[in-house]
Each structure stands twice: as C-alpha cells, then as structure tokens.
C-alpha cells in the first residue's frame, strides 16, 4: 500500500502540558482512518499542526512526496502538499448559492475587464457536483440543502482543486457532530465512496459506531501519545472504549423509572404553540427525565427555547407546580427556577473571553456583589470547590474556558446552573462533542441531580444516549407529538423508527 500521509515522531509541549509526546501515525492512499481519543488526548493539536495554524516542536510530516519539518508547516504548505480540512463548522454561507460557496474558495473565473463569468461558473460547479455526487444546482441556495448536503459541499469545496485526482488528504474533523442519524448515513455512505474511488481520509469523531462502519485502520491517542493502531478486523466497540475510556464502559444503568403516574406533574404544558411548534402537551413529574426526540427542524430545540422565554408563544399555557409559568424572557424563567443548556455551548452558552471561574458565576452574580464592589475572593473559592466537586479538569480556576476540553467546558456550563437548585433542568444535546468519559460523567450528574422535586427535559439528536438516560421519551415530527415511548418501547431503534417515519399501525 501506499502511504497518503506520515506522521513521524511529532511533538508539542505548552508550557509544562504535553500535548503530543512522539505521536505516529500512517495513513494509506484510498482508505478511511480513524483518528480517536478521549477530550485532551491530542487530536486536536495534531490536526492544528498538519493544518500549519500550530508548529510542533520536533518531527516530521510527509504528505504524499512532500516531506515537511512539523515546526516549518504553514497553511499554505498544508495547501500545497495537497492536505485539506473540514470542520465541525462546514463553514458554508447558508445565504449564497451553491456556486457561490464553491467559488469563493477557489475564485471565480473572469474576463479581461474582471466581469465574472457566469456561464464558466455555472459550468464548473455542475461538474463538481457531478464528481461528488450532491444532488443540488448551482442556483440552489445552500440554506435550502440538508446538513449533510452541506457537508458533502464543504468537503467539495476543499478538493476541488484537486479535478478529482487520488493523491491528496482530506482531514474531517467530526463533521457528523451536528448530524441527526439519517444525515449521519448519508454522509459516511459518501465518505465510503470517496475513499473506494482512492481518496484518503482521516476521519475524527467521538461515535464509534461510525468508526466501526466505515473505518480501515484506527489510531488512538491518549494524553499525547499513540496508544494503539487498529486494524479493520480489531475495530470493535469494547476494544475502543477500553483504549479511549481507559477500561471496559460499564453499561449505563438502566433508567430509574418515571414517577407513579398519580403523582402530581412538576411541569405541565397544555395546548403551547409558538416558533415551529404546534399544539404541545405534556406532563414532567418530579424524579423524572424526559427525552425529545426527532429530527432536524422537528421543534426539539424550539420546545426548550418556549419554555425558557427564549422564543415568544402564541397560544398555551405552562404551569410549574401549580403555578402559571409565562416567562418574558431568560430573567423571568431564571426566577421561576428553570435552567436552559443550549446545544451551542461556544456560541450561546460560554463566556470565551472569561475564565472558568467567572462563567461559573455568572448565573450568581449578584452573590458576590458587596457594596458595589466584585468579591473575587469569594468567587474564586467557590469555583474551586465546584471543580472539585464536578470533577472538571483544569490547572486552575482562572484558567480561560476556551482552554478547556469540550467536555469539560459542558461540565462548566452544568455547574453554573445547578448553583442555582433548579426545578426544571432544560438540556438540549447535553453530550454532543463530547467523550465517553465526560459523556458518562454528564449521565451520572443528571441522574444525581433529578430527584423528587426535580426534574428534566433533554433533547437529543443521539436516540442512544436517550434510551440510556431518559424514563420516557416524547418523538416530535413538524413541531407536533407524534409518539412516546415507556418502558420496553423505550430503545434506540424504536425512537429512530418514529422519528424517521409515520408511526406503524397497531
């Protein structure tokens, strides 16, 4: 076989951290690897190094026939040997047409007098289109695609200058993150394809069922360096658990049960319409986790964010304890006890500029208040004992929260909410991005947290991390209830079954 991309002995220290330590790796043309490990193992300093926006300390990368010292590595070098990068992020302009986001990455094509031409633009992105098989036109707005029609565009995007040939690198860094299952599948069907017609890829994600579907080889990290390379046939769930966690994953523990149904509800919603959503009723009880399944665009979020005051309600009416729930706004719902961890914890719930300690307080401010006066002190006292107790890994409280893993800063965001003894806890994709131990870590605090007089809505795109955390589970379709499951109905295959389609007749 020949090597797409070697890795050699590359290493990078900050300050006394070392975040690789001698990592290696080769990554064979025309195959899918899988690049693994647990938040902080050092995946992402590799890929930084690979996309030169990072120089490691020692080591050497060759891409193909390119061989580059990894401290001498420069987006523009990356460009040159052919290695490309897709995030998380696609980064598409969801405002422009799909030619427009091809081209603004490779130019448009122009006259003499630097009028674009476009007949040639029109032409070139079919072409491209064809190539990568996406079923979209070049008018199409990419607003209008699915999302991973969107990715597929990036990943266009980023091999188009390539003209389909087989010697470049493609790095996805957990592109299927923000994918509900069926665009998951669509997606990996065209990594498969991309990879079996000799384009190389190195795949990151936290799921492995995605790894076990469509890798060839696996590599994984843990605290810098190269715990294990996998063959296809050692690919299995237990054996990445054990190499990634640490240890065999102990099944989660089966769901404490909901509430006897005679008890009163904690939380009622009868007839709530607003945003997407249409006609919501249901009922929370105390010591109860209720899950909101359903794809993208089905009202999960929209529930949440009406709830929260976030979005305003046109009809309906919300009772918590007895008494009438109708926030203004986040103030109003924060008095009312109610929490809400939104799905975007970098844009719409960290404080990125702000250390650990000041985004934990910043749902108790007024506690350190003192005659006009911040007390510090105090806060800082309280956050290292809240890190303790939540078991958030950081050198310190006033270390940067956009220092922190992605796990850990989801552990911050919890934290700051639960300092304020909710009633209702409002989660929406309370694991996404982030590990099996923190994504363990998050179950374990939800559970210890949900008692009698507490309980929580969580909305998931992931219907196993519903089966496994919730009591029962609430499938919405076009902003209505289609569906709820208890019980034994309560599997990851029948949420996904109501979710992806009409209900079977009983």
Request: charged share 30%.
């Given at each position: 076989m020949v090597a797409a991309l070697t890795v050699s002995d590359v290493s990078k220290s900050y300050g006394p951290t070392r975040a690789l330590d001698r990592a290696s790796l080769t990554v064979e043309r025309g195959t899918i690897h899988a690049l693994l490990g647990g938040n902080g193992s050092g995946k992402s300093t590799l890929i930084k190094i690979l996309a030169g926006v990072v120089k490691g300390d020692s080591g050497t990368v060759a891409i193909g026939d390119a061989a580059l010292e990894a401290s001498a590595i420069t987006p523009a070098r990356a460009a040159a040997a052919r290695c490309f990068f897709v995030h998380q992020d696609a980064g598409v302009f969801p405002e422009l047409s799909v030619a427009?986001?091809?081209?603004?990455?490779?130019?448009?094509?122009?006259?003499?007098?630097?009028?674009?031409?476009?007949?040639?633009?029109?032409?070139?992105?079919?072409?491209?289109?064809?190539?990568?098989?996406?079923?979209?036109?070049?008018?199409?707005?990419?607003?209008?695609?699915?999302?991973?029609?969107?990715?597929?565009?990036?990943?266009?995007?980023?091999?188009?200058g390539t003209d389909g040939a087989t010697d470049s690198v493609l790095v996805l860094d957990e592109p299927t993150a923000p994918l509900p299952a069926h665009e998951v599948a669509h997606l990996l069907t065209a990594l498969r394809r991309y990879a079996d017609a000799g384009q190389s890829i190195v795949f990151v994600t936290h799921r492995l069922a995605e790894v076990c579907e469509i890798a060839d080889r696996a590599t994984v990290l843990r605290n810098g360096r190269v715990l294990a390379d996998l063959e296809r046939h050692e690919i299995?769930?237990?054996?990445?658990?054990?190499?990634?966690?640490?240890?065999?994953?102990?099944?989660?523990p089966p769901a404490r049960g909901a509430a006897p149904e005679d008890a009163p509800p904690l939380l009622r919603v009868t007839g709530l319409s607003?945003?997407?959503?249409?006609?919501?009723?249901?009922?929370?009880?105390?010591?109860?986790?209720?899950?909101?399944?359903?794809?993208?665009?089905?009202?999960?979020?929209?529930?949440?964010?009406?709830?929260?005051?976030?979005?305003?309600?046109?009809?309906?009416?919300?009772?918590?304890?007895?008494?009438?729930?109708?926030?203004?706004?986040?103030?109003?719902?924060?008095?009312?006890?109610?929490?809400?961890?939104?799905?975007?914890?970098?844009?719409?719930?960290?404080?990125?500029?702000?250390?650990?300690?000041?985004?934990?307080?910043?749902?108790?401010?007024?506690?350190?208040?003192?005659h006009g006066w911040l007390r510090r002190g105090d806060e800082q006292s309280d956050s290292r004992t809240l890190i303790a107790e939540q078991g958030i890994k950081t050198e310190s409280e006033r270390l940067a929260i956009s220092a922190l893993s992605g796990g850990n800063q989801q552990k911050v965001m919890l934290a700051r909410w639960l300092r304020r003894e909710p009633k209702v806890l409002l989660l929406d994709e309370p694991t996404q991005g982030v590990d099996i131990g923190a994504r363990r870590g998050i179950h374990d605090l939800l559970r210890a947290v949900v008692q009698p007089d507490v309980g929580a809505i969580v909305a998931s795109s992931d219907e196993?991390?519903?089966?496994?955390?919730?009591?029962?589970?609430?499938?919405?379709?076009?902003?209505?209830?289609?569906?709820?499951?208890?019980?034994?109905?309560?599997?990851?295959?029948?949420?996904?079954?109501?979710?992806?389609?009409?209900?079977?007749?009983?």
């Open positions: 427009d986001n091809l081209h603004l990455g490779q130019g448009f094509e122009t006259t003499g007098l630097q009028r674009i031409k476009w007949r040639a633009v029109r032409r070139r992105t079919r072409e491209i289109l064809e190539r990568y098989e996406i079923s979209a036109a070049p008018e199409t707005l990419v607003a209008d695609l699915g999302p991973a029609t969107q990715a597929k565009l990036a990943i266009a995007r980023a091999l188009q299995t769930p237990e054996r990445l658990t054990d190499l990634i966690a640490g240890g065999p994953e102990s099944a989660d607003g945003g997407r959503i249409e006609d919501c009723s249901l009922d929370l009880r105390g010591g109860e986790i209720l899950g909101l399944a359903g794809l993208t665009g089905s009202g999960r979020t929209t529930l949440l964010q009406l709830l929260f005051g976030l979005i305003p309600r046109r009809s309906g009416e919300v009772t918590l304890s007895g008494e009438r729930l109708a926030p203004r706004g986040p103030r109003d719902a924060m008095a009312a006890d109610l929490a809400y961890v939104p799905a975007d914890r970098k844009r719409d719930g960290l404080f990125p500029g702000l250390s650990v300690s000041e985004n934990l307080a910043m749902a108790v401010v007024p506690r350190y208040w003192r196993d991390e519903l089966a496994a955390v919730c009591d029962r589970v609430l499938v919405l379709r076009d902003g209505r209830i289609c569906a709820e499951l208890t019980a034994q109905d309560l599997t990851a295959e029948r949420i996904a079954r109501f979710a992806h389609a009409d209900p079977p007749t009983r």
